[in-house]
């Protein structure tokens, strides 16, 4: 594996591990202050982002389970949403609209990890097939870290996910062709979710998040902004 992530991202590694912890720091502070920067696009950067983030997740696949809950180790979602015509700052301000595309998906989830009572690291693969204004399939593969303790925990056990990893459509979405100057079937993925336990089931749980799939500034393959969703389901740990 540490082959591969060197000849993708070009030798000298040195000259690449500054532009790519850099480009992810700019990607969020840009990403929630709104800022529009604009990253030079060279073939590097987009063989370098997706080396990074096979790594990371490669590298969360071989850590330790926590025996002590082996027994709920995987989830499997049902989900269903809708596409906006709004970037992702756009939606958590509340400033969008809903497209006429909606979508149903099918995650399949691991837990990797799990650091006290504190987080869990977790890997999930979706499947999410679009209807009306869109009508392509997505596949997405998503390493996550989920935070656990709430301070209202004892009336509604609660926790929160924040996750990235890539995500290919079948063809170029059609809300992102409508919307952005650019479009790509391959791009990075985002993914942010709330799951709330069902008290009396707490295997059962009803999640609300945001899909999300960018360029990450143009970093894969010219493209800045791209799909924004809002999804609700329920999730089954086993």
Sequence with gaps: MLSLFFLLIDFPVSDRIPDLCGG?????????????????????RNKGWIAFLTLAIGLTALLPLDSANAEN?????????????????????ADFTFEDAYYV???VMRRMYTYKQFFDLQLEGQTNSFYGDQDNWDFQLLGYIRWLPFPWDRYLDTSFAAGTGLSYATSVPKVEDKNWKNSAQFLAALSFQFDFK?????????????YHRSGVFGTFSGVSVASNGLTVGVRYWF
């Design 24 to 44: 992810m720091i700019r990607s969020i502070y840009y990403g929630f202050s709104g800022f529009k920067y604009k990253m030079p696009i060279t073939e590097h």
């Design 73 to 93: 180790d995987w989830a499997a979602t049902l989900y269903g949403g809708r596409l906006t015509d709004s970037t992702l700052r756009g939606i958590l301000t």
């Design 105 to 107: 998906g099918l995650g």
């Design 198 to 210: 069902l008290p009396r089931s707490p295997q059962w749980n009803i999640i609300a998040g945001i």
